[in-house]
């Protein structure tokens, strides 16, 4: 089974499942802490109303069987737990089949968060995660050389990833042809992290030669992914490169650290350590890892089709299971940045003179003093919905009022999203919502006042709401 086998790939392997396993735990661990405010029991969208609406076959999840927030906690946190473990290398220490189903376990509990995570989880690196965890499922462990046909299927992957996003940019916004998008894109970004400030002031003629590296790392270098080597060694270097500088530039969840683990799977690492021995490929393996190729490459004949349209959709699952998608960000571009804030008050009668106190949020802007932070690879989900309201309220729709009132109730769950709330004691009387218009400070605004943003009140995005009376005893 010569044929079959690429022992030299081995070190590439366990890089790869290593990291792999280390974004599938921040990613359990950020769906343990966020899930009740948002999707809990009295979440913003609850799961229970959720799984009444849409059937099993629409969304395959354990939890359309049984939902509870404790169930749901157990799911996240044996995930992270299992997670941990294939990090620390347990699934290279227990047989092949075992090996195999602790990563079937890891792909099927995480498919069961995203098929009822709803808007909060309909981002293309969940689809990312579920695709590529699907493919370490048959990847193998320590007792057999990695199957070549597994390592051109991530390979495969990469490739849409990266042609896929370059394709949307070309064809979307003029402006990624004019290679003036990135004037705007450090600054309008969903959630800007410490560099961003200074990756928007660079001088112009670095922004176009940011724009014009990024089409030939998205449109040139996946094809030579699909070279022999060396060539594709140094193909996979150029994502890795690029991918590190997106993660320098701003905030993007585990996008990046994904494309860079799916990278690896393109290195040849024999120059650097001779590969082990390893005994016979088990014939059902073989078997098992030719069918999953042959299924994977009937299922790409969707995202193949949705790459050569001229109405290229950008990160669409075509199947229940997350397979075989296809991937793009940023087909267009805002030129300017909006922020909605929200305040309350605990005067119970409201005049001009009221006094507002506003809701500070972990990563997205709020006080103009605040630099940026870093939360990649961690996702910050409400936060990323604040910014898409922002861009129009038909992206507020079932999820902002009642975020609203939770904050006039003082839920718990739901503060503990937020960085800092200005009524610790007892809950205000009214919350309203403002519309900014947000820009980065320029080098003489922040030399004198210290500033990393400038705001300018847009108008009244929510008008001041009052929290419903207590029902009165029988």
């Not at 999707?39 to 969208?45: E, M, P, Q």
């Not at 910014?387 to 609203?404: D, H, K, N, R």
Request: aromatic share 14%; glycine share 6%.
């Amino acid at each position: 089974m010569d044929w079959f086998a690429a022992s030299e790939y081995w070190l590439s392997r366990l890089v790869l499942q290593r990291a792999l396993a280390g974004i599938y735990l921040v990613a359990f661990v950020s769906a343990a802490l966020q899930f009740r405010a948002l999707i809990g029991s009295r979440g913003l969208t609850p799961v229970p109303v959720f799984v009444r609406r849409v059937p099993f076959r629409a969304s395959p999840s354990v939890f359309h069987w049984r939902y509870s927030d404790r169930l749901f906690a157990a799911c996240s946190w044996a995930g992270a737990a299992l997670a941990a473990a294939v990090a620390a290398g347990a699934a290279d220490a227990v047989p092949l089949w075992l090996s195999m189903l602790m990563w079937a376990a890891l792909w099927l509990l995480y498919l069961s968060i995203v098929n009822v995570g709803q808007l909060w989880y309909g981002f293309g690196w969940e689809s990312l995660l579920l695709e590529t965890g699907f493919l370490a499922i048959f990847l193998g462990n320590a007792e057999t050389a990695p199957p070549v046909l597994v390592l051109w299927l991530l390979r495969w992957l990469l490739f849409r990833v990266e042609f896929g996003a370059g394709l949307i940019k070309w064809r979307g916004d003029r402006c990624w042809r004019e290679l003036t998008c990135l004037d705007y894109h450090h600054e309008t970004q969903p959630m800007p992290g410490p560099l961003s400030w200074f990756f928007h002031r660079l001088p112009k003629p670095l922004h176009r030669v940011e724009v014009a590296a990024n089409h030939v790392a998205q449109l040139v270098v996946p094809f030579g992914l699909l070279l022999p080597q060396p060539v594709a060694t140094f193909a996979a270097a150029a994502v890795v490169v690029t991918q590190l500088w997106l993660v320098l530039s701003g905030n993007f969840s585990w996008l990046n650290w994904l494309t860079i683990v799916l990278a690896v799977s393109a290195v040849d690492s024999s120059p650097l350590a001779a590969p082990p021995s390893y005994g016979e490929t088990p014939v059902w393996f073989t078997v098992l890892v030719c069918a999953v190729t042959a299924v994977m490459v009937v299922l790409s004949y969707w995202p193949v089709r949705n790459m050569v349209s001229r109405r290229q959709q950008m990160n669409a699952s075509f199947n229940t299971l997350h397979l075989a998608n296809t991937y793009g960000a940023f087909g267009s571009v805002t030129r300017l940045r909006h922020e909605i804030v929200i305040e309350g008050t605990d005067e119970e009668r409201l005049t001009e003179d009221t006094r507002w106190w506003e809701y500070e949020f972990k990563g997205k802007p709020g006080d103009v003093s605040r630099m940026p932070r870093q939360f990649a690879p961690y996702h910050l989900r409400l936060d990323w919905q604040m910014w898409f309201a922002a861009l129009s309220p038909g992206y507020a729709l079932g999820w902002f009022e009642p975020f609203v009132a939770r904050l006039l109730e003082g839920d718990r769950d739901t503060l503990r999203l937020l960085r800092r709330n200005p009524f610790p004691q007892s809950p205000p009387r009214h919350v309203r919502a403002l519309l900014y218009r947000y820009r980065f400070t320029t080098w003489q605004e922040r030399r004198e006042t210290g500033d990393w943003w400038h705001r300018t009140l847009v108008r009244e995005y929510l008008p001041p709401v009052a929290a419903l009376p207590a029902p009165e005893p029988d």
